[in-house]
């Protein structure tokens, strides 16, 4: 996992996609890692996209444990419906988690 502020505030990290085949990166397809971002400020606390990265669980959770501690449960923007990724299992951790979908994606995260 690649975890960078690339902002105040404003957080990127990237981390392999865990259901990534090869075929994937064919002709205009996607590459195994992938990107997520988060704004984390005094008066918000929203994930865009989330992953869970699966190769530093720990420190991942740690991370999210604490501001979740600081900031309360986060709010999750889902941007196109394949990136539903780690929404659900986040949403699952903190209750009070909320989770902001067009369709098809709010149907993928109960």
Do not use: N
């Amino acid at each position: 996992m690649t975890l960078q502020e690339i902002a105040p505030h404003l957080w990127w990290w990237s981390a392999p996609h865990p259901e990534w085949k090869p075929q994937y990166a064919k002709k205009g397809g996607w590459e195994e890692t992938v990107s997520s971002y988060a704004l984390v400020a005094d008066d918000a606390f929203v994930l865009f996209d989330p992953i869970a990265p699966t190769d530093e669980p720990e420190r991942f959770w740690e991370a999210l444990d604490g501001d979740v501690a600081h900031h309360g449960p986060p709010a999750i923007l889902i941007t196109l419906y394949w990136h539903v990724r780690g929404a659900q299992e986040i949403a699952d951790r903190y209750e009070g988690t909320t989770v902001w979908a067009h369709e098809p994606a709010a149907a993928l995260v109960g």
